[in-house]
């Protein structure tokens, strides 16, 4: 399935109630720049055997929607680099049903998602992650950010991870090496 709307600016609706994605292990760039789609339900997508999705709804800048089932599951998925980048419209994103133990690439996880104003993380496990380059970079109107549960202790690239984040922006962590970048930032 990857690519498979890649590039589908004008696309504006889409019904993927009928689609099995039951042996499906490759989501990389599935709906990049779909510029045009609103809103996305993805509430019969079974992502069990999915290890990468990579840009899956990177550059979807008109998203407002997005619908994730309790059977879009992240415990495979070690690539999530860029999976949410420029989604400038999205106000809230619900992922407290992911699950990050896996994940190696967080880079660009959320870059771009200027209209992003509470991101509660604290599920998110990232003992495995070695890039978070640029992951909150230009959400600039972040005002809650919940990062509790980060570790970043095997992250060897951390560059602009929290570049452009408003400075009042109440940052909830205990990572030292996080506490040390909201200093710098």
Do not use: Q
């Not at 099995?20 to 989501?27: L, P, R, S």
């Not at 800048?61 to 999205?90: E, G």
């Amino acid at each position: 399935m990857s690519w498979m709307f890649f590039n589908c600016s004008s696309l504006t609706s889409l019904n993927l109630s009928n689609f099995n994605t039951d042996n499906v292990n490759d989501m990389i760039w599935m709906f990049f720049k779909c510029s045009s789609l609103t809103s996305l339900t993805l509430y019969f997508f079974n992502t069990n055997n999915v290890n990468n999705m990579n840009g899956i709804f990177c550059n979807c800048s008109s998203l407002t929607s997005l619908k994730l089932s309790s059977d879009f599951k992240t415990n495979n998925v070690n690539n999530m680099n860029a999976m949410f980048c420029k989604c400038s419209s999205l106000t809230s994103l619900k992922l407290s049903k992911f699950n990050t133990n896996n994940v190696k690439d967080m880079g660009m996880l959320f870059s771009g998602c200027s209209s992003l104003t509470v991101l509660d993380l604290s599920n998110f496990h990232t003992n495995n992650v070695k890039d978070m380059g640029m992951i909150f970079y230009d959400c600039s109107s972040l005002t809650d950010l919940d990062l509790s549960n980060f570790n970043t202790n095997n992250v060897k690239n951390n560059y602009y991870m929290l570049y452009g984040v408003r400075e009042n922006c109440k940052i909830k962590t205990n990572d030292k090496r996080i506490l040390n970048l909201i200093k710098k930032n």
